[in-house]
T-cell receptor, first 115, second 112 residues
Framework: DSGVTQTPKHLITATGQRVTLRCSPR?????VYWYQQSLDQGLQFLIQ???????AKGNILERFSAQQFPDLHSELNLSSLELGDSALYFC??????????????FGSGTRLTVV | DQQVKQNSPSLRVQEGRISILNCDYT??????FLWYKKYPAEGPTFLIS?????DKNEDGRFTVFLNKSAKHLSLHIVPSQPGDSAVYFC???????????FGPGTRLSVLP
């Protein structure tokens, strides 16, 4: 157990629908990152939050949004889903105390299947 | 354009031999590099890191080499074990670790 919790582990939904993925970071970590891994693709950075505020944005579609709540958990909202959104979505967390020496701690991911 | 490249999608190595995984980057501002290992149905886990002020970092069976002039790093696993079979991601950062850029990964298979 990495300490980063993602729910649900699996999600199957239809095109056009909206889903919410949830992430609880490791205790004490203020930064949360969301990554998408499509079939045979690398980890694509979507967005980063630090202590409730958006810190950096990557290749995140306008149909996607995220937020980090006061208790530091984060949610990634995916709307108007398309078949191509089927992927593994990973959440990761890190702390300033930890610095970048060990990079990020990843959760086990949510596998989203859009049918 | 990919800033971090892992040109070998897969690698097969015999148990006990050396595994060499390669990573190339294009951004000369990258100054910190990580390797992650990922098993199926799990998230990536940190393996080893190297700062641009070094050219080698060793941790047990794992050694990372950095060639800044060539913008190339490699991960050596000696000796390779079947449990090392996984996907290995190279990642690079240029902004005090605010954002790591990941390569596409190399799938290593260590054959018994």
């Amino acid at each position: 157990d990495s300490g980063v919790t993602q729910t649900p582990k699996h999600l199957i939904t239809a095109t056009g629908q909206r889903v919410t993925l949830r992430c609880s970071p490791r205790s004490g970590d203020l930064s949360v990152y969301w990554y998408q891994q499509s079939l045979d693709q690398g980890l694509q950075f979507l967005i980063q939050y630090y202590n409730g505020e958006e810190r950096a944005k990557g290749n995140i579609l306008e149909r996607f949004s995220a937020q980090q709540f006061p208790d530091l958990h984060s949610e990634l909202n995916l709307s108007s889903l398309e078949l191509g959104d089927s992927a593994l979505y990973f959440c990761a967390s890190s702390s300033m105390r930890q610095g970048r020496q060990y990079g990020y701690t990843f959760g086990s991911g949510t596998r989203l299947t859009v049918v | 354009d990919q800033q971090v490249k892992q040109n070998s999608p897969s690698l097969r190595v015999q148990e006990g031999r050396i595994s060499i995984l390669n990573c190339d980057y294009t951004n000369s501002m990258f100054d910190y590099f990580l390797w992650y290992k990922k098993y199926p149905a799990e998230g990536p886990t940190f393996l080893i890191s190297i700062s641009s002020i070094k050219d080698k970092n060793e941790d047990g069976r794992f050694t990372v080499f950095l060639n800044k002039s060539a913008k190339h790093l490699s991960l050596h696993i000696v000796p390779s074990q079947p449990g090392d079979s996984a996907v290995y991601f190279c990642a690079a950062s240029d902004n005090y670790g605010q954002n790591f850029v990941f390569g596409p990964g190399t799938r290593l298979s260590v054959l018994p």
